[in-house]
């Protein structure tokens, strides 16, 4: 059975399992892949770097570095959670934005996916914090009475293609065309083969992301390929199909996992085309989206706290 997720982390343990059933060492990571684990008190931080084609192709995924911040709680569950995982955010974005050469670099922070459906709505809600300053940089009387402590931000919520009609990398094209920013950071809700990953796991990757494929939907993909820049991807799991929510039941009421024959009938109804999400989905979104928003800003205005975000924000 092939389980729909946009994890890296979770295409690794795929490849664990089945070295595990084969007796073969299940800490024995394909040839060309490389992983690390950071224990924390309260989460996870998990770094993955596939280097080879063949490794990419086993996991597929493409070749790159993967960062997933994992909490080991249900949700962000107190203001000093979110902030610690916003730090840890910033930090590991400082490894992807430290490659940008230029003295004061141009980063656009787009937002996928649909503002109208709560489970989609991450990308957009992250752009509404931002601290944005292109416009202000741009301007010779203004930028000498800036905070000398920020970047130079854009950010744009591009909606999908059943509201624009447009493919959103087209439009992130012509935007490119014109504001000229040096990286994008592309933020939007992923799937997960796992119930316990919703809402509590982040996803950075400098391979680009397909708007769309969490839920069987692909669209033009956005990578350095296709855009012309450097594409980061910021990904949280919003949803699950009902065939991994119906396995993970059976396996907590049964303890063990069902078989492949259960497996086959479970996918022949009609449930397996179904997406589904908790029932606390606006409060985790909101909060995922302050711990993911106030570590770009962090990443993005070096020297900035969170105080500093919610002054600007105000």
């Known amino acids: 059975m092939k389980f729909r997720s946009d994890l890296v982390l979770e295409a690794k ?3 664990d399992e089945k070295r595990a059933s084969q007796m073969e060492a299940a800490d024995q990571l394909p040839e060309g892949v490389f992983a690390d684990t950071e224990e924390k008190e309260e989460y996870r931080v998990t770094r993955i770097r596939i280097e080879s084609p063949e490794a ?3 996991l597929e995924k493409e070749p790159g570095t993967y960062i997933t911040i994992e909490l080991k709680t249900e949700e962000i569950s107190s203001l000093d959670l979110q902030k610690q995982i916003a730090h840890t955010l910033s930090a590991e974005m400082n490894l992807f934005t430290e490659k940008l050469t230029k003295e004061d670099p141009c980063v656009m922070i787009v937002g996928l996916g649909n503002r109208s459906i709560t489970p989609d709505s991450l990308g957009p809600r992250v752009v509404d914090r931002m601290v944005v300053t292109r416009h202000l940089k ?3 009387q203004l930028r000498a ?5 920020m970047g130079t931000v854009c950010a744009v919520a591009p909606g999908v293609m059943g509201i624009t009609g447009i493919e959103t990398g087209a439009i992130l094209q012509g935007l490119i065309d014109v504001a000229h920013p ?8 992923l799937a997960s083969r796992k119930t316990s990953r919703v809402n509590t796991t982040i996803q950075i990757s400098d391979t680009g992301i397909v708007p769309g494929s969490g839920v069987g939907n692909r669209r033009m993909a956005l990578s350095q390929k296709t855009l012309g820049i450097p594409v980061i991807a910021i990904g949280v799991p919003t949803v699950v199909d009902a065939l991994t929510m119906t396995c993970d039941l059976l396996e907590k009421a049964t303890g063990k ?3 492949e024959d259960m497996l086959e009938r479970l996918s022949d109804t009609y449930g397996s ?5 908790p029932k606390n989905i606006d409060v985790a979104i909101e909060r995922m989206c302050i711990a993911i928003s106030n570590g770009l800003n962090m990443a993005l205005h070096k020297g ?3 105080t500093d975000v919610h002054e600007y924000l105000m």
């Not at 009475?145 to 402590?149: G, I, N």
């Not at 040096?182 to 809700?189: S, T």
Request: a negative charge; aromatic letters at 4%; charged letters at 35%.
């Open 182 to 189: 040096d990286m994008v950071i592309a933020v939007d809700a």
């Open 145 to 149: 009475h800036l905070d000398r402590r």
């Open 304 to 306: 900035f706290d969170t």
């Open 273 to 277: 085309e179904m997406i589904v999400t």
């Open 138 to 140: 741009g301007n010779e």
């Open 257 to 259: 996992e069902p078989d």
């Open 13 to 15: 343990e795929l490849i």
């Open 56 to 58: 990419a192709a086993q």
